[in-house]
């Protein structure tokens, strides 16, 4: 993946998971410490599936076939953290 649209990508999904941990702070207790937990798994997850090294490949899948493309970790976060 081209690595201004990852970097475009990673800084949307960031803002989304930012948000809710801002919204978590507004919940009662146990909903705000469970939001916060599936931020921060997501946030771990999608570390484990960064792109790395001259081609850019996941560092958490197999080695891809054919060229280097988003893994589906974050294809799903694409499609659920970054749409408008
Ligand atoms: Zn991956």
Redesign the pocket.
């Known amino acids: 993946m081209d690595e201004v649209l990852f970097r475009a990508l990673a800084e949307r999904v960031a803002g989304y998971l930012d948000g809710v941990d801002r919204l978590a702070t507004a919940q009662p207790w146990e909903a705000g410490r469970e939001l916060r937990r599936l931020a921060g798994a997501w946030r771990s997850l999608l570390g484990q ?1 960064t792109p790395t090294g001259r081609k850019r490949r ?1 560092g ?2 197999p080695a891809p076939r054919g060229s280097p493309a988003m ?1 589906s ?1 974050w294809r799903v976060a694409g499609a659920w953290f970054a749409r408008a």
Do not use: D, R, S
């Open positions: 599936h996941c958490g899948c893994c970790v």
